[in-house]
């Protein structure tokens, strides 16, 4: 079956003889998956996903760059290798700028009175 003058890939092709039938790509719903368009379109930014108010300042007080690799690491979950091919950095570059914004992080916490004990 052509549709403007292109086959139709295998899973778009009916099943059976009727074109009016069920193709496999409409078998491939699961409609009891957990996973929602608003989950995938979610934003890169680690700042969309803190709802804690004292970490969310914590990660407002970063530098852009030490921001971008925290995101790249915990919301892409992304190793520091990857982001250093990224982000054109070596992989120590990156590692120092991680640990940097944990630092920060955890100082900025701790100040705050959020902590007890030394985080790092």
């Known amino acids: 079956m052509t549709v ?45 996903h803190i709802t804690n108010p004292v970490l969310y300042e914590a990660v407002q007080s970063l530098t852009e760059k030490q921001k971008e690799v925290i995101s790249l690491a915990y919301v892409k979950g992304l190793k520091d290798t990857e982001i250093g091919v990224l982000l054109n950095k070596s992989q120590q570059a990156v590692s120092k700028i991680h640990k940097a914004a944990l630092r920060r992080i955890c100082k900025y916490i701790e100040e705050k009175g959020g902590l007890k004990d030394d985080c790092m």
């Open 4 to 48: 403007t003058g292109r086959q139709l890939l295998t899973i778009d092709q009916p099943i059976g003889n009727d074109t009016s039938s069920t193709s496999f790509n409409t078998m491939l719903v699961d409609e009891s998956t957990e996973i929602q368009v608003e989950d995938i379109l979610r934003s890169d930014n680690i700042e969309d």
